[in-house]
């Protein structure tokens, strides 16, 4: 198939707001929620998808993008199964970064730092805050493997459907649970006119943050 467009010529001029060292909370953290506050209010389209970068422990990258379901506590929650490539990754790299992009405020956010399994209960909380399709959803993928067909993920989910269906309550996979990302790095990016975009970094050092601002 051959593009309609010469996608070398295809380019934004941003122009929409400016972000300076004397305009951002001194706590990222605290500096994220009014983004992502904003972004929601702007009815942003999936204000809280994100692409989770993670690496093997020889170094392949891989990304995919996944949901935000909480930030608190000094981190960033989100749930996956853990058997997983993602989760496989994280068990023997515990290292990732996690990128927003809210298009429509010409607003990007990177978040790099360690990741950990949040506490069972925890997960089993949320889990159970699911619709129940989404819960016996859980039990009835084995992600990312290989499978034959849709009819093998469709036989799976009448499996438990039928399973559970007198269940009052869906038991969670031991499998499947959230993760929280402590950052160690949080970079503020806002559009500009001509490139000359805004970017602003808190690094964590000696338990405080430290602001600077980085060339586009």
């Known amino acids: 198939m051959t593009l309609t467009h010469n996608i070398a010529d295809i380019r934004k001029n941003y122009s929409r707001q400016a972000l300076t060292e004397d305009s951002v909370l001194q706590d990222p953290i605290q500096q994220f929620q009014v983004w992502l506050q904003e972004a929601i209010t702007a009815e942003a389209e999936e204000p809280t998808a994100f692409v989770l970068s993670t690496a093997s422990k020889e170094g392949q990258p891989s990304a995919r993008v996944v949901l935000l379901k909480d930030v608190a506590n000094g981190g ?3 749930f996956t199964n853990y058997d997983s490539r993602k989760g496989r990754e994280l068990a023997q790299n515990p290292l990732a970064s996690i ?3 809210w298009a429509s405020l010409e607003r990007q956010v990177r978040i790099d730092g360690s990741v950990e399994k949040i506490p069972p209960q925890l997960s089993e909380a949320y889990f159970h805050s ?3 399709g989404s819960q016996i959803g859980a039990w009835a993928s084995p992600q990312s493997q290989e499978i034959e067909s849709r009819k ?3 036989e799976s989910d009448s499996y438990y459907i039928s399973k559970f269906a007198d269940a009052e309550l869906v038991p969670r996979p031991e499998h499947w649970g959230g993760y929280k990302l402590i950052p160690a790095k ?3 990016w806002q559009g500009r006119p001509n490139r000359l975009h805004d970017r602003i970094v808190y690094e964590r050092a000696d338990d ?3 602001l600077k601002r980085l060339a586009p």
Do not use: G, N, S, Y
Request: aromatic share 34%.
């Open 76 to 78: 960033f929650t989100f």
């Open 99 to 101: 990128t927003f992009f």
């Open 130 to 132: 699911r619709p129940k």
């Open 152 to 154: 093998v993920l469709e």
């Open 186 to 188: 949080i970079e503020f």
């Open 208 to 210: 405080a943050w430290k």
